[in-house]
């Protein structure tokens, strides 16, 4: 399954408008003191977003089908940018007490997470540029 976004920028400006998979709009910028507007989230802050997001799903719908009786569950996410490598802590936060084969079960399912799996796995990127005068992506 192929997903596709397309960032369009704010001529002048580091916001983007981004469209995700044809269906969701969501808005980036940079910090001020870096030249942007601060009006949305940068590109590193969603990372980070989707990685708690994607954990925090898949630990809901395990505890979902389980029928387990957690309260609320929120994931934070520390991400490391200027460590060498980089890092994430996540811990994941349950509002009720759960035994320890629960706890395990739930790593394993945070584990599974579809986000960090392609962190973990890595990524081949290409670019090409396409101007009216120049370039074909073939």
């Not at 601060?38 to 969603?46: A, I, N, R, T, V």
């Not at 979902?64 to 490598?85: L, M, S």
């Amino acid at each position: 399954m192929t997903l596709i976004a397309s960032a369009r920028s704010t001529p002048g400006l580091l916001k983007q408008d981004v469209l995700v998979d044809g269906r969701f709009h969501v808005i980036t910028d940079e910090p001020e003191h870096l030249g942007g507007t601060d009006e949305g989230p940068s590109p590193h802050e969603l990372l980070v977003a989707a990685l708690a997001a994607c954990t925090a799903t898949a630990v809901s719908a395990y505890v979902r089908t389980k029928e387990w009786d957690v309260g609320g569950i929120r994931v934070d996410v520390e991400y490391e940018q200027k460590a060498e490598p980089r890092a994430f802590r996540l811990k994941i936060h349950l509002e009720k007490p759960i035994t320890d084969e629960q706890r395990d079960r739930l790593d394993k399912v945070a584990d599974s997470c579809a986000v960090r799996r392609a962190l973990l796995t890595g990524f081949d990127i290409r670019e090409c540029i396409v101007a009216d005068n120049v370039g074909d992506c073939g």
